[in-house]
């Protein structure tokens, strides 16, 4: 998009679903393997190495929302956890460093017969929505500061 002066900030345990208690059970494939595991830390980086602006951040987003400085601002945060603890536990951080005008966008919101657990993450945000002031995009998946 030529924003060489934006940062690209990703998050992601490169090891699969965190065991929440939620919906863990639902995401284990026919070998008992956690069925997200397919995407290393490496292979990320070399599919993203051509944009000089881009951080990894590896672990459980639960704990490493937690990484923003204070005086960065984010206009876009993708969220795609699935389940509703990470999804609720991260929408107050991002929301606070979210420029006005900056956008929020979940994967999966806008499918209300969603399985696997992954409504955790709509339920999520309809709680957020409930105490702070977004513009929810009718019918979408994006959600806007004002």
Do not use: W
Not at 35 to 56: D, G, T
Not at 69 to 87: G, R, S, W
Not at 112 to 139: C, D, I, V, W
């Amino acid at each position: 998009l030529g924003l060489t002066d934006k940062k690209i900030i990703g998050f992601d345990t490169f090891s699969g679903f965190v065991e929440t208690g939620e919906f863990y059970d639902t995401y284990i494939d026919q070998y008992g393997k956690n069925s997200f595991l397919y995407n290393s830390r490496e292979e990320v980086a070399q599919n993203l190495e051509k944009f000089e602006n881009v951080h990894l951040v590896e672990g459980d987003i639960q704990k490493t929302v937690k990484f923003f400085d204070d005086d960065i601002k984010i206009c876009m945060a993708l969220f795609d956890m699935d389940e509703y603890t990470p999804a609720a536990i991260a929408l107050q951080p991002v929301f606070n460093k979210l420029s006005s005008g900056g956008f929020i966008v979940h994967d999966h919101y806008a499918f209300p017969s969603l399985s696997n657990g992954m409504y955790g993450q709509r339920q999520a945000m309809n709680e957020f929505l409930s105490k702070n002031n977004l513009f929810h995009l009718t019918g979408t998946n994006i959600f806007m500061k004002y």
